[in-house]
């Protein structure tokens, strides 16, 4: 009688995992720190980690291994996401995600210190915190890997991955695209870390912004040393007929220290089925979410709509990156 063969090899995924393409015990703060090579190693892996929840839901991977979710700022996705990774993986938590008014950061404490309490307790912290650079300073005091989970107005590079790696699921490749984005490019951290992700491929960038949110002279410096295509617009109407994503983003209205500013830039933009019927019809529409108004849900029932697929690789990519920083063999 044939043996059965499992249906999925756990040596091999941990031989893959103990050799992680430079991943292992490392911080995860910027996209500029995954070329091509880590990138499609992420995406191989990210691949796997769907089939595994597909057919079995999980496994005893990072059994034993424990990870805090350390959250100065509101989050759903990010902070689910990582939760549903680690346990999906057969890792525990350490929740600190219903608002650090309820931690010992609300009598004082700093994120030095409560970086250094926690790493006490746990493998791998993941923080997002308003202040640019809090993630890397974080770093700088932890002896155990730290996953920027946004930092900010500055980086967001875990959904910078899944944004990269649901474009290139949805329409087949990375290069020869025309990707456009929409909204709040100058506090708007995941349209930082993409931008600067696709940089690394033959693009053409289109950036749709009002005037004072547009994409900050770092980043567009950045892309102009890189040769890559790129034009500026205040109308989404210049850029739907050409795009072949359409990344679409919410008004940071915490980071606006005027708010009358803000008023007057919010509801610049809303995609509707109309404006959608000028697009290709091979394109992809995303969005990091949540949004407050600037897709139309009539939008959602197109099949161009990919943000709630978006979602779900978010976990995908997330439980290949926390096996890959975690080196679990
Ligand atoms: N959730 C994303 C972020 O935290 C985008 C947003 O909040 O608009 O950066
Ligand atoms: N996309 C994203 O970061 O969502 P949350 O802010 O809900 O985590």
Do not use: W
Request: with cysteine; aromatic share 6%; net charge negative.
């Amino acid at each position: 009688m044939k043996e059965l063969q499992p249906l999925f090899n756990f040596d091999e995924m941990a031989t893959k995992n103990a050799n992680s393409n430079g991943l292992t015990g490392q911080n995860i703060i910027s996209v500029d720190q995954f070329d091509r090579d880590k990138l499609d190693y992420v995406f191989a892996r990210a691949r796997e980690m769907r089939e595994l929840v597909q057919r079995v839901g999980g496994c005893d991977l990072l059994k034993g291994n424990i990870l805090t979710a350390l959250f100065y700022e509101p989050s759903t996705r990010t902070s689910a996401s990582f939760i549903a990774a680690m346990e999906r993986l057969g890792g525990s938590v350490i929740p600190i995600t219903q608002g650090v008014q309820f931690s010992s950061v609300s009598k004082g404490e700093t994120l030095a210190d409560t970086i250094r309490t926690l790493e006490q307790y746990s493998d791998v912290i993941v923080l997002r915190h308003p202040e640019t650079g809090s993630a890397q300073m974080a770093a700088d005091y932890a002896s155990i890997p730290v996953i920027n989970a946004g930092d900010g107005a500055g980086e967001h590079p875990t959904q910078a991955l899944l944004d990269l790696f649901t474009i290139r699921e949805e329409l087949g490749t990375l290069d020869g695209l025309k990707v456009a984005m929409v909204g709040d490019l100058r506090y708007g951290r995941t349209v930082h870390s993409l931008t600067k992700l696709l940089l690394q491929y033959n693009v053409s960038l289109r950036f749709v912004s009002p005037e004072i949110l547009r994409m900050p002279l770092s980043i567009m410096n950045q892309v102009i040393d890189a040769k890559v295509n790129v034009r500026e617009t205040h109308d989404v109407a210049d850029v739907i007929e050409n795009a072949d994503v359409l990344y679409v983003t919410r008004v940071q209205k915490e980071r606006f220290s005027d708010l009358s500013q803000y008023e007057q830039v919010k509801d610049q933009y809303e995609i509707t089925t109309e404006l959608m019927g000028q697009a290709k019809e091979k394109m992809v529409i995303m969005h990091p979410l949540p949004r407050v108004g600037e897709i139309h849900y009539n939008v959602d029932k197109d099949p161009r709509a990919a943000y709630f697929r978006q979602v779900q690789n978010g976990m995908f990519i997330r439980m290949a990156l926390l096996a890959a920083v975690l080196g679990k063999a």
